[in-house]
């Protein structure tokens, strides 16, 4: 037995590596039963996307189907793979009904190229080939709810989609559209042109339709991470996560996915890195945002204030996302200030839980990017686990050198220059250094993290248009954009938008003529 869920582990890491990877955070007594349905669903997926004759294909499904279907009747399978999937239905309780529907998509789509009419008949297809994946092993993650089945349901439309926008090349070479042929009508487009990929324009046009459905049912599929055990809650919102920056990256390339896909976003050896992409007119090298709203939007929402947070935390995580994909070499976030002290004990909590969530569950993937993790802030006053994930992050990080990211804790832009004047002081008290001698680079060097760059561009999301005791001797010549968008509400699209209000600005530093950024240097320590 244990060889067959190995070979299920395999199957899955092979062919599905996304979801290997997200069932990492699983704990070990459920991860296996995980891996074996979803070892069963490759192995199905890939006799009927076998090369052949199509009757062979439907032939070796249908066997592959009623095999399967006895086994279960009988309670026990000797086949290599299917050994452990039976195993884990009859051990968990699984419902056999969503295994006939599944087993039933796979050999409709095997049977006919896909002809969907309406998106309605899509959703049909996506609940058959994944909903119904995604519901087999909702009991495992020990359901609080009865509409968890449902949701997670959702969440499987939504990695189908991601899978879709992976393969439209190769399933369009075949012959094989899974968008909406109605969407196509309407648009004036043809099968034909989804291949050429040349009418950018109205291609893009189609994409946006596709993104804001694909948005729709990200939003159904989110509240199910709050109804599952605790311990299970990481692998949905590595699951969710991961749906977001697929829909970033379609997002980003718009007319071209027809052409060029999109590579999966980690591979079985660690997360794809993927070059910069092209930005007309200047990218900035240092961008800094305030994350504002996060409470603002639950309670718009109807949702806890911890909601806000969550979500929040998956903003984060794409915004590093869409910075390295637009090329940004630095990065300072604002996750928690001096001034949010006064938050109610319970609050602080929530948010301290939160990012410390968001350190130990995205680090692996900001190291295997290349990401270089900073802390800057007051070390002293952090809890003590909080403060010790974020020191494991700057030291596992620090040799890294695609982004630098600086995640801003219990920090004041004031408290920072007053401990710098007070490191001075103590040098001039010392002889170390003449009062009359001191001067900008000086106090650079003195500051949380010397050598962070000036800030190019400065965000500030949910509307409010001040910067809040932040980096302020960072931002001396900063562009300032403020977006009306909740900080859940930022993506890529929203950065993009605000790089591109910054390469339109003139930037003169004071000076007759635009010129580039030139940040202090710090001095060598004395």
């Known amino acids: 037995m244990r060889e067959s869920y190995e070979l299920c582990a395999a199957e899955t890491r092979q062919f599905l590596a996304p979801l290997w990877k997200a069932a990492g ?181 189609l994409v946006s339709i596709q993104l804001g459905r694909w948005r729709d049912l990200l939003e159904q599929a989110v509240p199910v991470a709050e109804l599952v055990a605790p311990e299970y809650r990481p692998f949905l919102h590595a699951l969710l996560l991961g749906a977001q920056l697929q829909f970033d990256e379609v997002t980003l390339r718009q007319a071209r996915v027809f052409t060029e896909g999109v590579e999966p976003l980690v591979a079985a050896d660690g997360a794809a890195r993927r070059p910069a992409w092209p930005h007309a007119g200047a990218v900035p090298d240092h961008i800094a945002v305030i994350m504002d709203g996060n409470r603002r939007w639950a309670a718009r929402q109807g949702l806890p204030v911890s909601r806000g947070y969550q979500t929040g935390e998956w903003a984060a995580m794409r915004l590093v996302n869409a910075a390295l994909r637009l090329g940004v070499r630095h990065l300072s976030i604002y996750a928690f200030s001096t001034e949010n002290w006064d938050r109610s004990q319970e609050e602080l909590a929530v948010l301290f839980d939160t990012l410390g969530h968001g350190i130990a569950q995205g680090i692996e993937w900001l190291h295997e990017l290349g990401v270089r993790v900073r802390w800057c802030g007051r070390r002293d006053r952090i809890e003590p686990s909080l403060a010790s994930s974020l020191e494991l992050a700057e030291s596992m990080t620090s040799n890294n050198d695609v982004l630098s990211l600086t995640v801003c804790v219990d920090y004041g832009g004031r408290e920072e220059l007053t401990e710098a004047a007070r490191a001075l002081m103590a040098e001039a008290v010392a002889g170390r250094i003449r009062p009359e001698d001191i001067g900008p680079a000086d106090v650079a060097r003195n500051l949380y993290v010397p050598g962070l760059p000036d800030v190019d561009l400065l965000i500030r999301t949910s509307g ?29 699209e929203q950065l993009r938008k605000a790089v591109t209000t910054y390469a339109g600005r003139q930037r003169r530093f004071g000076g007759g003529l635009p010129g580039p950024t030139r940040p202090v240097e710090p001095a060598p320590a004395s």
């Not at 949701?151 to 190769?170: A, H, K, N, R, Y």
């Not at 302020?472 to 300032?480: F, G, I, T, V």
């Open 25 to 205: 955070v699983l704990p070990a007594a459920v991860r296996p039963h995980i891996l074996a349905v979803h070892g069963f669903v490759v192995r199905t997926d890939r006799l009927a996307d076998e090369h052949g004759a199509q009757t062979d294909r439907e032939e070796r499904v249908a066997r592959w189907r009623s095999e399967t279907l006895r086994e279960l009747r009988a309670g026990r399978s000797e086949h290599p793979l299917r050994r452990a999937f039976v195993d884990t239905v009859l051990r968990w309780g699984l419902d056999r009904a969503v295994i006939g529907e599944f087993l039933d998509a796979i050999g409709t789509d095997c049977a006919s190229p896909p002809a969907f009419e309406t998106f309605a008949e899509q959703r049909r297809y996506l609940r058959g080939v994944a909903g119904t994946v995604f519901e087999m092993w909702t009991p495992l993650l020990e359901p609080r709810g009865a509409e968890v089945s449902s949701l997670t349901s959702v969440l499987g439309e939504v990695c189908q989609l991601v899978d879709i926008f992976e393969d439209l090349p190769d399933d369009l070479a075949a012959g094989r559209c899974y968008l909406p042929r109605a969407d196509l009508r309407q648009l004036g487009l043809e099968i034909s042109d989804l291949v050429r990929g040349e009418r950018h324009q109205v291609l893009d046009e």
């Open 464 to 492: 409010e248009q001040r910067i809040s005791n932040f980096l302020p001797w960072h931002l001396a010549y900063a562009e300032l954009v403020f977006d009306p968008n909740p900080w859940p509400e930022f993506g890529l």
